[in-house]
């Protein structure tokens, strides 16, 4: 297995079975974040953004809703555990990934599979390319 430091973008060509990258930001859930995503979920539960009404539980504060995350700060890593060409698109191949979330004590608090479509080299579409000033 061989790590991988940074994620700047590949292409399909680029991976390689086994490969794991450790993603060097690390996110902290805001009080924010979590009444967007309660009132997004339609599961507006006071505990999640009533401040007086949660200073009268066990927690004292407003917990996070358990469908969006299990801590506060969150870091992860991806392992490559599949590659293989795509049958109907020439121009990408498919990339199957394991994404494990861990909160800032080491803890596992999310795992999961993911299977992406990924442009192979020279397919891409073009970024544009902003007009240099130069004077």
Same mark, same amino acid.
């Given at each position: 297995?061989?790590?991988?430091?940074?994620?700047?973008?590949?292409?399909?060509? *680029?991976?390689?079975?086994g *490969?794991?990258?450790?993603?060097?930001?690390?996110?902290?859930?805001? $009080?924010?974040? /979590?009444?967007?995503?309660?009132?997004?979920?339609?599961?507006?539960?006071?505990?999640?953004?009533?401040?007086?009404?949660?200073?009268?539980?066990?927690?004292?504060?407003?917990?996070? /809703?358990?469908?969006?995350?299990?801590?506060?700060?969150?870091?992860?890593? $991806?392992?490559?555990? *599949?590659?293989?060409? $795509?049958?109907?698109?020439?121009?990408? &191949?498919?990339?199957?990934?394991?994404?494990? &979330?861990?909160n800032?004590? &080491?803890?596992?608090?999310?795992?999961?599979?993911?299977?992406?479509?990924?442009?192979?080299? &020279?397919?891409?579409?073009?970024?544009?390319?902003? /007009?240099l000033?130069?004077?």
């Amino acid at each position: 297995m061989s790590e991988k430091t940074g994620w700047n973008g590949r292409f399909f060509e *680029d991976f390689e079975i086994g *490969d794991v990258y450790r993603h060097p930001l690390g996110r902290t859930v805001l $009080s924010a974040d /979590n009444t967007w995503f309660t009132l997004l979920t339609q599961a507006p539960s006071p505990i999640h953004f009533d401040h007086h009404y949660s200073s009268q539980t066990t927690w004292k504060q407003p917990i996070v /809703n358990s469908a969006f995350i299990l801590a506060d700060t969150i870091y992860s890593q $991806s392992e490559i555990l *599949d590659l293989r060409d $795509s049958q109907s698109r020439p121009d990408v &191949g498919i990339v199957k990934v394991t994404t494990c &979330g861990f909160n800032q004590n &080491g803890l596992v608090v999310i795992h999961f599979k993911r299977t992406m479509m990924i442009f192979r080299r &020279g397919k891409a579409p073009q970024v544009p390319r902003p /007009n240099l000033i130069t004077s």
